[in-house]
């Protein structure tokens, strides 16, 4: 088992800065791919960004590409999000999550309890 614990969601206005972190538990923390999927009001859960176990590879949906930076600290067990430039748009909880031997994070193995992000126009 692998849990996974979110922080750093808030309220913050149009254009400012967000860092969100997830600390990693149970299971050797290299061995996932991580991933940050959010779900905003009366929408489906949706990918945001990725990364690979060594942290070499990144992947970003459209949406966030330029905007956003994933990020991870393997000896603290750890991944972030970066978010800059925050759009209204952007409102909704961000789930950490992740999946055993992957580059690119798609179907996760394990999901974080989520942390709300509400940007105000």
């Known amino acids: 088992q692998v849990q996974l614990v979110e922080s750093g969601g808030g309220l913050v206005q149009a254009g400012e800065s967000l860092r969100l972190s997830c600390a990693a538990s149970g299971r050797p923390f290299s061995l996932y791919g991580m991933g940050w999927f959010r779900q905003a009001p009366g929408k489906e859960r949706e990918f945001v960004a990725s990364?690979?176990?060594?942290?070499?590879?990144?992947t970003y949906a459209d949406s966030v590409k330029g905007r956003f930076a994933i990020s991870r600290d393997n000896a603290k067990n750890t991944v972030y999000l970066q978010m800059s430039n925050l759009k209204p748009e952007d409102t909704a909880v961000y789930y950490c999550?992740?999946?055993?031997?992957?580059?690119?994070?798609?179907?996760?193995?394990?999901w974080g309890q989520g942390t709300q992000v509400t940007v105000s126009s």
């Open positions: 990364i690979s176990r060594s942290g070499s590879s990144t």
């Open positions: 999550a992740a999946e055993l031997m992957k580059t690119v994070v798609r179907t996760p193995d394990y």
